[in-house]
């Protein structure tokens, strides 16, 4: 029926592979020959690509990262890098691109599109930070990776009678360290959402914890709030109370997938190749009042998405005493 091209890009997120699996086998299943592009768009500027059989995404399922490794492609984000990549593309005979990654990849991607390739995207990203879908590959499996990680260092926390505060991933997406908030019962969660560089207010607060007697405490700070080593320094300075700093970093990014993140990557992925049997072009991959669906990329770009102000109200609620 014709040639489907499948990428991951930008950062990894655990349940990728998932989704490259199930796009080859139903891509094969419903008459189509499906390419693995390897690095991300860099891949097809450098004609890195693969015919992938039903055996070449064999024991690919469980594991995280992505076998077809990712790129951020300096050159693809010049126009002239979108131009050639996409008379690569002619000259392959590879007419639809699917692109597995965040919001960064899918810009790249609408982009592309307008030189005459049919792209379609699938949400991959830890960060769950995509307007248009309520579920992104890898936020479920990050989020209990970190959660277990918090979990342990309130049990040291708790024994020392410390602070910790704990860095989660998330330059500019406070979902990780809102959801680790609920989950963990944190006492604070800095969001770059909504975090006002009030440290005073915040000082306070934990001194007025203490007080309270909670004997230890753990503050989440999400990375687009950053400067944890500086916050736990001013946090003893100002308390009194011994704090220690943990970056999470890039733990968050491995590990095996949860089942939740297998489902739906597997799911997402046969459905971009349906949408493509349908004929229906240029669309993004997204889930949304517990459904999967398909919106146009235009129409997806020009949609927004906060953090539910109430879930954040209730993450204070819970890691309050009074
Ligand atoms: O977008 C996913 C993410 O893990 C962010 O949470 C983080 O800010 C960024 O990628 C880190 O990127 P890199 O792996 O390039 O350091």
């Known amino acids: 029926k014709g040639k489907i091209g499948v990428l991951t890009s930008g950062g990894d997120a655990p349940g990728m592979n998932a989704a490259i699996r199930a796009v080859v086998r139903t891509g094969i299943t419903r008459g189509y020959d499906v390419y693995g592009i390897r690095r991300g768009y860099n891949g097809i500027l450098h004609r890195e690509m693969d015919l992938l059989t039903f055996k070449d995404v064999s024991e690919k399922l469980q594991h995280g990262g992505t076998f077809l490794f990712t790129a951020r492609s300096a050159e693809f984000r010049e126009i002239e890098g979108k131009k050639k990549a996409a008379e690569i593309c002619k000259e392959m005979g590879i007419e639809t691109l699917i692109v597995i990654g965040g919001d960064g990849s899918f810009t790249g991607a609408k982009n592309l599109s307008k030189f005459g390739v049919n792209i379609i995207g699938i949400p991959g990203t830890i960060d769950l930070d995509i307007a248009y879908t309520d579920y992104t590959i890898g936020f479920d499996t990050a989020v209990n990776t970190a959660m277990e990680a918090i979990d342990r260092l309130r049990e040291t926390s708790n024994s020392h009678e410390r602070c910790s505060v704990v860095e989660v991933m998330g330059r500019s997406a406070g979902y990780i360290a809102l ?85 739906y990557a597997s799911m997402m992925g046969a459905y971009a190749v349906d949408v493509i049997d349908q004929g229906r072009k240029n669309r993004l991959i997204g889930y949304k009042n517990g459904k999967l669906y398909d919106v146009d990329v235009d129409e997806a770009f020009a949609m927004t998405k906060s953090i539910d102000e109430y879930e954040y109200e209730i993450a204070r609620v819970l890691g309050t005493r009074e």
Request: charged content about 25%; aromatic content about 4%; some cysteine.
């Open 179 to 263: 959801w680790c908030g609920i989950a963990n019962g944190a006492e604070e969660i800095l969001l770059p959402e909504k975090f006002d560089n009030n440290y005073d207010a915040l000082l306070e607060q934990i001194h007025k914890n203490r007080e309270l007697g909670m004997t230890h405490q753990i503050v989440v700070n999400a990375e687009g709030v950053g400067h944890s080593d500086e916050l736990a320094k001013k946090i003893e300075d100002a308390t009194g109370i011994e704090t220690r700093a943990t970056i999470l970093g890039h733990l968050q990014r491995g590990g095996s997938p949860t089942a939740r993140d297998r489902f």
